[in-house]
């Protein structure tokens, strides 16, 4: 429930922002947690400041003309959302999705804002990418795209302004294209304008790992902190893309079981546990299907289309896409003796999921606080090019486990202070936003 205090707050947010269901879910979501802060902190009403953090600083949106291999030309629309800069310049990733429109960058700026600032790290929140769909698209063409795209986007980037890495369909290979891109049109090896980058090239070791991995590592210290452990545990992990491989990769080192994953086609259900270095050859060297891993491991079934979470399993951590998980899919989680969720992707949970869980006493681990390891190895990455410097895998590794052992504290204690023990939800936006809404305040009405 939205707090009275900031009914009309979300009202002006529904009005302002017409057609974009995902931005006012991720709104509300964060709203809903706000209304204690507010009544104990009221210079943030009289200043504005939830009103301002629901408005980005500035929206880009662009055309990008390419021509595909057979000659036909097509034109695709680019965004950028600058959403927050209070505790540092833009960062988030693009995501190249047919799917893609302002409404689904806006919610992701949003949620980034307040990530970002759960790691407490220097970086402000933003996010883009682009209804181009790389399915099915030549190197070359992918290439040209990344090169159209770069030649508009450039203008808004830069190591202190704007700092871009992947997300869905933007990977090292895509991010290669556009710092090449970037880099022949601004003369200026600007390492620090884009993060994600291979690591022969100013990448950071450990960056590709690190959203899966740091969603492990939250989900132990979550376990931990109330009372039980992975060890053994039964877990189903969503996607098969990034993010998915290494968080099973992580959960099966700390101990976990990985049964299933999945991909846009289908579900493969690995009941001897999912075979880490078969899956990556499938998706990361061959860019195949899952189809493919069923074929090539003796045990394993692939089933094509159905839901993931059907699959009988203790700990669920959805690693797909927005609102892949539905209150459908949390009452069966819930009924098959589920006691724990980590939001590998962004939003994956339905708000009525997300009611399904809290009322079942089902531990909760929201994306924002979550996932946010990549990030957070970004701006690691960040640093190491502003100090010319490269770390081992062993050190980054390292600043990751502590940066999302400080994630969790943040949460764990803050929801604490404000009455709401185990609520990791409540704990991470109240945090995330006391940090963004300090330094508003701080920098006076700008
Ligand atoms: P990838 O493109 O590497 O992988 C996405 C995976 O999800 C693929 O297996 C894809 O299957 C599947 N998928 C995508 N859309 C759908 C859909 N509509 N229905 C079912 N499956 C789908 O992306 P990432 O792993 O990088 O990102 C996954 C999530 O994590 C996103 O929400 C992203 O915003 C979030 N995230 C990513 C970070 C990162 O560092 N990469 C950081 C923080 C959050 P298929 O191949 O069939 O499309």
């Not at 790992?209 to 376990?223: P, S, V």
């Amino acid at each position: 429930m939205i707090d009275e205090k900031l009914e009309e707050v979300y009202a002006d947010v529904l009005r302002r922002n017409p057609g974009e269901p995902e931005f006012h879910q991720a709104v509300r979501e964060v709203l809903e947690s706000l209304g204690v802060v507010v009544s104990k902190h009221p210079e943030f009403a009289r200043q504005k400041i939830i009103q301002r953090i629901c408005e980005p600083e500035r929206q880009i949106i662009f055309r990008v003309p390419w021509q595909a291999d057979d000659g036909e030309v097509h034109i695709n629309r680019g965004f950028r959302v600058e959403f927050n800069s209070a505790l540092g310049p833009y960062k988030g990733g693009l995501r190249f999705h047919p799917s893609v429109y302002l409404g689904t960058v806006k919610f992701l700026g949003f949620e980034q804002t307040f990530k970002n600032a759960l790691t407490n790290l220097p970086i402000g929140g933003g996010k883009g990418g682009s209804d181009f769909d790389p399915k099915g698209r030549s190197d070359d063409e992918v290439m040209r795209f990344c090169q159209s795209l770069m030649t508009e986007l450039y203008r808004h980037l830069g190591e202190y302004t704007d700092v871009p890495a992947g997300d869905i369909g933007v990977g090292t290979r895509e991010i290669g294209w556009l710092f090449g891109q970037y880099k022949r049109i601004t003369n200026r090896y600007e390492s620090g304008v884009l993060t994600g980058k291979g690591t022969d090239w100013g990448g950071a070791l450990v960056r590709k790992e690190a959203t899966g991995y740091g969603a492990a590592f939250f989900l132990e210290e979550m376990l931990t902190a109330n009372g039980t452990a992975l060890d053994d545990r039964t877990c189903v992990v969503s996607g098969s893309g990034n993010v998915a491989i290494y968080a099973i990769e992580k959960i099966t080192q700390l101990g976990g079981r990985v049964v299933a994953c999945s991909d846009s086609d289908g579900v493969v259900f690995d009941p001897a546990g999912i075979d880490i270095g078969l899956l990556k050859q499938v998706k990361e060297v061959e860019r195949q299907r899952l189809t493919e891993y069923a074929e090539a491991r003796p045990g394993a079934t692939h089933q094509a289309g159905g839901s993931i979470w059907d699959v009988p399993c203790q700990v669920a951590v959805p690693c797909a896409t927005q609102n892949e998980l539905s209150g459908r899919d949390a009452r069966m989680l819930v009924s098959n003796g589920c006691i724990a969720v980590a939001e590998g992707a962004n939003m994956p949970c339905t708000p009525e999921a997300l009611r399904v869980f809290t009322s079942a006493g089902v531990l909760f681990a929201p994306g924002k606080a979550a996932n946010a390891g990549g990030v957070a190895t970004s701006a690691l990455e960040m640093q190491q090019n502003a100090s010319r410097d490269r770390w081992t895998f062993e050190h980054t590794e390292t600043r990751l486990a502590q940066i999302m052992k400080g994630i969790h504290a943040a949460c764990f204690e803050t929801a604490e202070e404000y009455g709401a023990q185990g609520d990791y939800v409540k704990g991470a936006n109240i945090a995330a936003f006391q940090r963004v809404a300090q330094a508003m305040v701080a920098f006076g009405l700008v």
